[in-house]
């Protein structure tokens, strides 16, 4: 780390609150930047998009006018957003938000946006076109089969179903000769001093509570906001397209399954993803984990806010 590094590092500190999915993280972040005078930066991969409201669980309007939230609502319906944007966009963020008097909170799950800012992204190839149109009929099989060949430990590392992950990593190789796991080793983090917490929750009690949340999404609305989505142009190839939720809605308009079915689809699916966004922060060092099995939003915020505090006293 150069000095300059140094002083910028020393002079940002971030408090970073991540967990799986529907560990209860807003509710804590909200009354945490509540009572530090923060404002959350969301590092959610798919609170990104606009209209995607139900769906995504993000707060409320009313939530969102009495805390600031950055990054949400900031790409359209039809667009992309990736890991190096998210990072530059954080790097301009948080000295803003340090300017004001104020506290950065970065919350969400994404673990290929947070992986941006706490681990690093390489300087390796950008993307090409031709290349990914050539990747783009092959099933998530082969390309899974391909990457294991070329990169043993990216395709471990990487969902055997995440298609866009597999395209990228099989890309870099093609084009700059070297895995993008070695590519990867050489990365390096955002230059703040970042305060890590992560929120966990029992199995059977997190299983739940995802449960609950796809009943609550589909009572709102989900289905509909989906088929307003649909007609507003929102097509499979969309990344927004992929979040969980929408295809299984789809599939019920379509008449392909049943709204049981939908429900039961959803929660699986929540449930994996959970499973390996969990797997991906326990690799993470320097982390203050809390359990929040049982607990109240009040609770679990003062906890977060004592560790902050002491690591502060700590510098």
Not at 17 to 34: C, D, I, N, Q
Not at 51 to 72: C, G, M
Not at 228 to 239: D, S, T, W
Not at 259 to 286: G, K, N, Y
Request: aromatic letters at 6%; a negative charge.
């Amino acid at each position: 780390m150069t000095s300059d590094e140094a002083i910028l590092r020393d002079r940002h500190p971030v408090l970073v609150l991540f967990g799986p999915t529907a560990v209860g993280k807003t509710a804590v972040a909200l009354e945490v930047a509540r009572r530090l005078d923060g404002e959350i930066i969301s590092a959610d991969s798919r609170a990104f998009f606009r209209e995607l409201d139900i769906v995504t669980d993000k707060p409320t309007p009313a939530q969102r006018a009495e805390v600031p939230h950055h990054l949400v609502d900031c790409v359209p319906l039809d667009g992309a957003y990736d890991a190096m944007t998210f990072r530059e966009d954080v790097a301009r963020l948080v000295p803003d938000i340090v300017e004001r008097g104020r506290i950065p909170l970065v919350v969400g799950g994404g673990t290929l946006y947070l992986g941006a800012l706490l681990r690093g992204l390489f300087e390796g190839p950008g993307s090409d076109p031709r290349m990914r149109e050539t990747l783009a009929p092959r099933s998530v099989e082969s390309l899974h089969a391909e990457l294991e060949r070329i990169d043993p430990p990216a395709a471990a590392a990487i969902h055997p179903n995440d298609r866009l992950r597999l395209e990228r990593a099989i890309e870099v190789h093609r084009l700059s000769g070297r895995p993008i796991s070695a590519w990867q080793a050489e990365a390096a983090p955002l230059p703040f001093r970042f305060v890590v917490i992560g929120l966990q929750r029992e199995r059977s009690e997190h299983r739940r509570a995802i449960a609950e949340r796809v009943d609550r999404m589909l009572d709102e609305g989900l289905v509909n906001e989906t088929e307003r989505l649909k007609a507003a142009g929102l097509r499979p190839n969309a990344q927004a397209y992929r979040t969980i939720g929408i295809p299984e809605s789809a599939a019920l308009l379509a008449g392909e399954i049943s709204i049981d079915e939908a429900a039961t689809r959803i929660v699986s699916r929540t449930w994996q993803l959970a499973r390996r966004q969990s797997a991906w922060f326990r690799r993470e060092e320097a982390v203050r984990w809390i359990d929040v099995t049982g607990r109240y939003v009040d609770d679990v915020a003062g906890e977060v806010i004592e560790h902050w505090i002491r690591m502060q006293e700590e510098r």
